[in-house]
């Protein structure tokens, strides 16, 4: 089983940036892939992005491409989610979650982090 850990969240200012983390422990070999979700108020959770754990390839969802970007360091068995150019509606509780799929469906991912609170302001 895959623990994760994420830190990093907080306020920002519209146009501002923050950097969140997302530490993994336990059986990482078993995840090839690192994503990252968000959930509004009183919205569904909706993909954010994932990075392939051994090539580094990524996939980001339309509302974040050229704004979000996901890097890993193998060593430390940590991914990161670079967001630049905060809108308020990046607003929202942000996952880093594990899979074996190179997929964007929730349900497919196995393990998941407790959240961190990401707030951006107008």
């Known amino acids: 089983q895959v623990q994760l850990v994420e830190s990093g969240g907080g306020l920002a200012q519209a146009g501002g940036s923050l950097r969140l983390s997302c530490a993994a422990s336990?059986?990482?070999?078993?995840?090839?892939?690192m994503g990252w979700f968000r959930q509004a108020p009183g919205k569904e959770r909706e993909f954010v992005g994932y990075i392939n754990w051994t090539g580094g390839g990524t996939r980001y969802d339309d509302s974040v491409k050229g704004r979000f970007t996901i890097s890993r360091d193998n060593a430390k068995n940590t991914v990161y989610l670079q967001m630049n150019s905060l809108k308020p509606e990046d607003t929202a509780v942000y996952y880093c979650a594990a899979s074996k799929y190179f997929t964007t469906t929730s349900y497919l991912y196995d393990a998941w982090g407790q959240g961190t609170q990401v707030t951006v302001s107008s």
């Open positions: 336990g059986r990482t070999l078993s995840s090839n892939v």
